[in-house]
T-cell receptor
């Protein structure tokens, strides 16, 4: 089955700096890679996703890149703000019943 | 965007009682619903996959007689924790897939239910 590894486990940046979170996956059949943001005591919220037919996707300050050959994908947050502080999870799947999550990255943006 | 609700958001019960958690897709019909359990500072652990009108598929190690799942309609799934014990205390989160015309469908999560068993 799919195995997703996520790094770093914790990340602290200064407000305005960029933050990058990286994930690797093991199953070459995976073709869908979402990123979720989870605030304390809440459910995960989808912030961006990418499918394997593209290499990069951007939405305002958030971007995701995908390297299918190397089997890794990354989340990039630019101009970070304190409200970006949360736990971020990456995931990978190839069908509706087999989504696997990374262990999560706790991002802290210091004002 | 697709909205998934959960009820209740928080429940405290006595050991030995049963607790039912509802998960609803509010503005779409979900092809599949999922139930996850999350321990403090940990990732999401899939418990079971639920399709409307059929039996849920449980992950290895999850007791199906302990965690009863009913998927009554395309917008409602329920998780019942039977004879709850303190070790069942956790954060339970459901999700639902919204048909996107592409496989796999996008998965949207509910706000979670905090269960505390005394």
């Amino acid at each position: 089955g799919e195995n997703v590894e996520q790094h770093p486990s914790t990340l602290s940046v200064q407000e305005g700096d960029s933050a990058v979170i990286k994930c690797t996956y093991s199953d070459s059949a995976s073709n869908y890679f979402p990123w979720y943001k989870q605030e304390l005591g809440k459910g995960p919220q989808l912030i961006i996703d990418i499918r394997s037919n593209v290499g990069e996707k951007k939405d305002q300050r958030i971007a995701v890149t995908l390297n299918k050959t190397a089997k890794h994908f990354s989340l990039h947050i630019t101009e970070t703000q304190p409200e970006d502080s949360a736990v971020y999870f990456c995931a990978a799947s190839y069908n509706n019943n087999d989504m696997r999550f990374g262990a999560g990255t706790r991002l802290t943006v210091k004002p | 965007g697709a909205v998934v609700s959960q009820h209740p958001s928080r429940v405290i019960c006595k050991s030995g009682t049963s607790v039912k958690i509802e998960c609803r897709s509010l503005d779409f019909q979900a092809t599949t619903m999922f139930w996850y359990r999350q321990f403090p500072k940990k990732s999401l652990m899939l418990m079971a996959t639920s399709n409307e009108g059929s039996k849920a598929t449980y992950e290895q190690g999850v007791e199906k007689d302990k965690f009863l799942i009913n998927h009554a309609s395309l917008t409602l799934s329920t998780l019942t924790v039977t004879s709850a014990h303190p070790e069942d205390s956790s954060f339970y989160i459901c999700s639902a897939t919204s048909p996107s015309g592409r496989t796999p469908d996008t998965q949207y999560f509910g706000p979670g239910t905090r269960l505390t068993v005394l």
